[in-house]
């Protein structure tokens, strides 16, 4: 499962934050820390599932018939439980070789309670006949940040209603959803081969899990399609999408690689998934285990509800991977390919035995991510890719307070899906990467993976393994960072006496967090060399001191920044300026730029010029965005540069803020780049060239969006919904209804504060109606309301009070509007606080 727009949880919801309108910090909820998780007790081992299903798209319903093979744990047993929510149970029997002998059953609590005919011991299989029918729009679920729905099957524009939008069904298994659509032990530690065979109108193509082993014409126009998986895997895995979707093929050592998508978006799948097969490549002989299925397939859904979902054999994506070559110039979703592709080892091949676990399945992903970006494009990109993983979970702490990575006491198993699974759990095992070596830390997944081969793992099950490989008690770092949380805040000093460079240490972050231990690489620059120093951090507060033959021009702390926490240090402008130069990671080039912006010192603005110029695309922005054209040395010296970057810059990131940059000026001169920058290909930069022109001719800017066309419009909604707050005209409703109406997440997310904010300005009760309606659909449609409601109501709720009062001012239709308007938000902020 990848979070990204977490969809993805978490990412939709820093997204959001980022609006200045939102920007609102979110009371954490406290963890229950009375129950224990316990895994579930084996009674019953499912060991072949086979599904024979159809549906009612009129009803949102599945027709199943289900033949599920089991046999005892360990100990005998007369009695089976099933999960099975929100079905209606219509035969349950037990298959024999004479025919079918009724069995007798309770079903309540989503739970079917099966008498067998005898006690079964471990030796002995049975095989269930369950024929139900699944209501996935009827059941009352509730999702998470990471998942916002947990109703196991969906059905998308099954009427066909909406023009905008294809017909489609998908499956959504994780957590524990599958069990929604199939009667099933939905437990991660179970495992079970599949067959599933799926009748379909005959213009729908299918995909499940496997092969497809069959397809069968049947006379009312449907077509029947059974797939077959002979490897076992967990029923949260198991998948199911159909619509019309046109199949692009690839391949990996003869096995199938393909690629699933709507017609439209075909043309480009190579672009998209085209590095898929030198992924499975490069994760097998870094693991030493090849590709362990038959096939890996692709597909892209709509209104999915979460970023993707590593099925076995058959990944699931939200519709944001989806993109033309247009879209593609301004970025792609490669981390997230790739970080369901390692899935197909950690989560699949070898699966979490429970959700305590789940760091077993999500950090190794989200670290799949992180090595990959290193392979394709070199240990920048991977510095990068880790450096923001561990930025994203520490701007979700506080005092360096953070949950404990295995995790047996929570409030609910969708809690685990959080920035200490994913983002923090992913730089644990690059840390430990470091400390162990490549070589024995890569043999040491092996060791796991091939020990637990298509069974479950837990996290001390890799520490068993890693101290199989290297012949080291790897304990005491286990017991660190995977049964304790949080992470060490440290206050460094730096001193230099008699001939002595020296560090004092101090754990700063709160009482109620433990005390690291933690080996150190520091560089010490003095004299022109460069010495390498390792210290081994394990108390509140430590010194350490080296004799140097000079005052140190910069102590490179952490060299490796594998430091799983923060640093608070007393370094110098000058020591950050010869940190961009001389110790240049990417986290010590980023540390650099940022402090040269905060301290907005002029002496760091050379820095900033050779900024312009570094290696990382993203770096060059950020010395665009802290440049100071002000000052006229530093200007003459920037323009040439910038106008180049704005002009031949292969990133867009990099050429839109330069361009945004000139434009800033006020110079006329580069007027001409700005509306040249309004017919290039890339989306990013045509933003980018109308922000700069509201800057250089702004009564311009409204004609020179109306010349663009509806696609452009649409993909810079956020720089026209800007524009539109300061002129809130009737007129502009339309634009916000398209977006509102067929926008995937991201697009929301763009323009939804703006969208409030016009609606605010602009004095017409239509409008203010219909735009909280608009909105209201937009968060229900993409399940939006952990991000959303809260927000929205606190900002509704000030905008209804702000209205009334204006209208205690105001006369005649004037006050009757405005009255109007305070009604219409008090009702919207009502209306979100329901949910």
């Not at 049964?483 to 008699?498: A, K, Q, R, T, V």
């Amino acid at each position: 499962m990848n979070k990204k727009l977490i969809a993805c949880g978490v990412l939709l919801a820093a997204v959001f934050a980022a609006n200045p309108l939102f920007a609102q910090e979110q009371a954490a909820e406290k963890s229950n820390l009375s129950v224990y998780r316990v895994t579930p007790t084996k009674i019953n081992d499912l060991v072949h599932t086979k599904l024979d299903v159809s549906f009612d798209y009129a009803k949102r319903y599945l027709y199943g018939k289900a033949w599920i093979t089991l046999k005892p744990h360990f100990y005998a047993t007369d009695s089976l439980t099933l999960d099975a929510q929100g079905m209606d149970i219509k035969t349950v029997a037990l298959v024999g070789a004479k025919g079918n002998t009724p069995l007798k059953y309770t079903y309540n609590d989503n739970k079917l309670y099966i008498n067998l005919n005898k006690k079964y011991t471990n030796a002995e299989k049975y095989t269930v006949y369950i024929a139900y029918t699944a209501k996935p729009d009827e059941l009352k679920v509730k999702g998470s940040a990471a998942i916002t729905d947990a109703k196991g099957l969906y059905f998308i524009n099954p009427d066909g209603t909406d023009k905008n939008k294809p017909t489609q069904i998908w499956t959504q298994g994780e957590t524990e959803s599958s069990s929604a659509w199939f009667p099933t032990i939905d437990k991660p530690d179970q495992k079970t081969t599949e067959e599933i065979s799926m009748t379909v109108k005959s213009k729908y193509t299918t995909l499940s899990n496997g092969k497809m082993v069959s397809q069968k014409n049947n006379a009312d126009g449907t077509r029947t399609d059974t797939w077959k998986m002979d490897l076992p895997h967990s029923p949260y895995l198991f998948m199911m999408a159909i619509g019309e979707f046109k199949i692009t093929k690839d391949n990996y050592k003869g096995k199938e690689v393909s690629y699933y998508l709507e017609p439209k978006y075909a043309p480009y799948a190579k672009q998209i998934f085209g590095k898929t097969p030198d992924m499975i490549q490069f994760y097998s002989n870094l693991l030493g285990i090849d590709y362990p299925w038959n096939k890996y397939a692709q597909v892209v859904a709509r209104d999915y509800v979460s970023g993707a979902m590593e099925n076995t054999t058959a990944t699931l994506h939200g519709e944001q991977v989806q993109k033309t070559d247009r879209e593609l110039l301004d970025g792609n979703e490669e981390g997230t390919i790739a970080h369901e592709l390692f899935h197909q080892w950690f989560g699949d091949y070898v699966t979490a035995e429970s959700w305590s676990n789940l760091t077993m399945n999500e950090s190794f992903a989200t670290f799949g991510e992180i090595i990959w970006h290193g392979h394709d494009a070199g240990k920048d990109a991977e510095d990068k890719s880790r450096y923001e993983k561990l930025q994203s979970y520490l701007g979700s702490t506080k005092k360096g307070e953070s949950p404990v990575l295995a995790r047996f006491y929570y409030n609910d198993k969708e809690d685990m899906f959080d920035n200490i699974s994913y983002a923090k759990g992913s730089v644990i095992l690059y840390a430990l990467k470091n400390q162990m070596g490549d070589e024995a830390f890569y043999k040491s997944l092996n060791r796991y993976l091939t020990t637990n081969a298509f069974k479950n793992g837990e996290t001390h099950q890799l520490r068993l393994a890693m101290e199989d490989i290297t012949g080291k008690d790897w304990s005491p770092y286990f017991n660190q960072w995977y049964y304790n949380g949080g992470h060490p805040i440290l206050s460094i000093d730096y001193g230099y006496e008699d001939g002595k460079a020296t560090i004092k240490v101090k754990q700063t972050q709160d009482t109620s967090v433990q005390t690291f231990t933690m080996p150190v690489k520091l560089d010490i620059y003095a004299g022109g060399k460069k010495i390498r120093k390792e210290i081994l951090i394990n108390g509140r507060e430590q010194n350490f001191s080296f004799e140097v033959s000079a005052k140190p021009d910069l102590i490179d702390f952490d060299v490796d920044k594998i430091l799983v926490g923060e640093t608070n240090d007393n370094k110098t402008a000058e020591n950050y300026y010869f940190q961009y130069r001389n110790a240049p990671s990417y986290a010590n080039r980023i540390e650099a730029l940022q402090f040269i912006m905060q301290s907005k010192a002029n002496s760091g603005q050379m820095v900033l010029l050779e900024g312009l110029k570094d290696k990382s695309a993203d770096l060059r922005a950020l010395s665009i965005a802290g440049i100071n054209l002000e000052d006229a040395q530093i200007k003459a010296a920037a323009l040439p540069i910038l106008l180049q970057i704005a002009k031949t810059d292969k990133n867009t990131e990099a050429r839109s803020a330069a361009i945004l940059k000139l434009a800033e000026t006020g110079d006329q001169t580069y007027k001409a780049l700005v509306l040249e920058s309004l017919k290039d290909r890339s989306y990013k930069v045509i933003a980018a060239g109308v922000d700069g022109l509201a800057k250089l001719a702004p009564q311009e800017t409204m004609s020179a969006i109306a010349g663009l066309d509806e696609d452009t419009r649409t993909h810079i909604a956020p720089s026209i919904a800007t524009l539109y707050i300061n002129d809130p005209k009737d007129d502009y409703q339309a634009f916000y209804d398209n977006i509102m109406l067929t926008g995937d997440r991201d697009k929301v997310f763009g323009v939804v504060g703006q969208y409030f904010q016009y609606l605010r300005a602009n004095t017409n009760p239509a409008v203010t109606e219909q735009g909280i309606t608009n909105i209201g659909n937009a968060i229900e449609r993409l399940k939006l309301q952990p991000y959303l409601n809260k927000q929205l109501a606190g900002a509704y709720t000030a905008t209804a009070q702000g209205k009334a009062k204006q209208a205690d001012a105001a006369s005649g239709e004037a006050k009757a509007k405005l009255n109007k308007q305070a009604e219409l938000f008090k009702k919207g902020a009502a209306d979100l606080g329901k949910e």
